[in-house]
Nanobody, 124 residues
Framework: QVQLVESGGGLVQAGGSLRLSCAAS????????MGWFRQAPGKEREFVAA????????VYADSVKGRFTISRDNAKNTVYLQMNSLKPGDTAVYYC?????????????????WGQGTQVTVSS
């Protein structure tokens, strides 16, 4: 069983930055692809970014490309989401997700494990 715990959310002004962290338990973390999703009030949960098991490959949603960076530290069993130039439209609950596969994926159904989420609020 893999458990994921997010942290780092909060309130920030537009143009500011936040770094989210996702701490994972389980010995298979280093081979697991990881992703970040977000869900705004009244909207579907949407893909934000993903990173492959080895950390070589990454992919981003068009809405965050160039502003967000996903990374991982396998020694710490942690994946990060650095968010810069934040906009009010980025306001959402952000979820960390993990796969049993090393290949990254962009859809919710491809992920096997989910964290509880962390709130990010961007004020204008």
């Amino acid at each position: 069983q893999v458990q994921l715990v997010e942290s780092g959310g909060g309130l920030v002004q537009a143009g500011g930055s936040l770094r989210l962290s996702c701490a994972a338990s389980g010995r298979t973390f280093s081979s697991a692809a990881m992703g970040w999703f977000r869900q705004a009030p009244g909207k579907e949960r949407e893909f934000v970014a993903a990173i492959s098991g080895g950390g070589v490959n990454t992919v981003y949603a068009d809405s965050v490309k160039g502003r967000f960076t996903i990374s991982r530290d396998n020694a710490k069993n942690t994946v990060y989401l650095q968010m810069n130039s934040l906009k009010p439209g980025d306001t959402a609950v952000y979820y960390c997700a993990g796969r049993s596969s090393t290949w990254l994926a962009l859809t919710r159904r491809d992920y096997d494990y989910w964290g509880q989420g962390t709130q990010v609020t961007v004020s204008s």
